[in-house]
């Protein structure tokens, strides 16, 4: 009866349905901090790790500079290896405190957690100079701890939420302008031939991409008048097909603003969610609920 209870609570967009959320004990309360951002030890654990994941970015960005990676060279590795602790700590919390930890290894944020540490750790079992190339590499991929980011603002998940649910028409829009670059780079192939730069049919391609998208081939120009026409309509058909994926993207934004969230409260006293967005107690056990935070975005 419990299970089911539980089950009702969660949604299959919730990390509680897809990772598993502990009932009760430590792992609970540590499950509502890190993965729940409507309790205030949530929201302070969230803005902590983005301010952690800017600075060491912040860190990476400048050990690739030269005259500050030799100046302070010493203070970038320690802050490194400071970074690397912190979110070697978070990652083991994650794992032991969901019910599913393999899932959520394996899940796209997972997967972005393990990139934010493992190139550091990595970079130990791998000196010496004929591979600082590779070395290199690793510490670039730590770049990647930006991604971490998209956990801890709701903006991100709901331009994710309007990407997925426009992918149809997206794609069959680029399926159209695919069609239409490839008819137009083989007219201009034929009209202006190898002798103007148009050599094959996939550079003559190429060129129309960046014709139809306005930034512009540079060493390729049509020298006939036939090409110049077709090019300036090329371009003119650019600036009017540009805004359609705008528009798509745009028209799920606004459905995906207009829709409830309330499955995302939690109540600070028992953990249970699915609360209405109006919601002032919680319906499980009459505690009261925090505000919702304002969209800083809206």
């Known amino acids: 009866m419990e299970a089911g209870k539980q089950a009702a609570r ?26 729940e951002s409507e309790t ?8 902590a790790l983005i301010i952690i994941i800017l ?13 500050l990676a030799a100046r302070h060279g010493k203070l970038l590795d ?10 070697t700590l978070e990652y083991l919390a994650r794992l032991y405190c969901v019910r599913r930890p393999l899932r959520y290894a394996t899940s796209f944020f997972g997967i972005i957690d393990l990139l934010s540490v493992l190139p550091t750790y990595l970079a130990i079992f791998m000196p010496g100079a004929h591979l600082l190339l590779d070395v290199r590499i690793l510490r670039l991929l730590r770049i990647f701890r930006i991604l971490k980011l998209t956990s801890y ?8 939420r309007a990407l997925l649910a426009s992918r149809r ?16 780079g083989t007219i201009m192939y034929v009209v202006e031939g190898p002798q103007n730069g148009y050599t094959s049919i996939p550079t003559s391609v190429y060129w129309a991409i960046t014709a139809i998208t306005t930034v512009g081939f540079g ?37 995906q603003r207009g829709r409830s969230r309330a499955a995302s409260r939690t109540c600070p006293e028992c953990q249970s969610e699915g609360h ?23």
């Not at 028409?169 to 137009?184: A, D, H, P, R």
């Not at 097909?241 to 993207?249: H, K, W």
């Open 78 to 87: 320690r802050l490194e290896w400071s970074f690397t602790a912190l979110f």
């Open 219 to 255: 060493d390729i120009a049509p020298k006939t008048d036939i090409g110049r026409a077709i090019s300036s309509v090329v371009m003119l058909l650019g600036w009017s097909i540009l805004a359609v994926p705008t528009g798509i993207i745009s028209s799920e934004l606004s459905a």
């Open 10 to 35: 969660t949604t299959p967009a919730d990390p509680g349905h897809q990772f598993g959320k502990p009932s009760s004990g430590l792992r609970a309360r540590l499950y509502a901090i890190i993965f």
């Open 40 to 47: 205030r030890a949530g929201r302070l654990f969230d803005m």
């Open 55 to 67: 600075l060491s970015v912040t860190a990476v960005v400048a050990d690739s500079v030269g005259f």
């Open 153 to 160: 603002v709701e903006e991100y998940g709901m331009l994710s």
């Open 276 to 298: 209405e967005a109006n919601a002032k107690f919680c319906k499980d056990c009459g505690a009261p609920l925090p505000r919702r935070q304002s969209n800083a975005a809206g």
């Open 169 to 184: 028409k997206i794609l069959i829009f680029m399926s159209v302008v695919m069609m239409i670059v490839l008819v137009l």
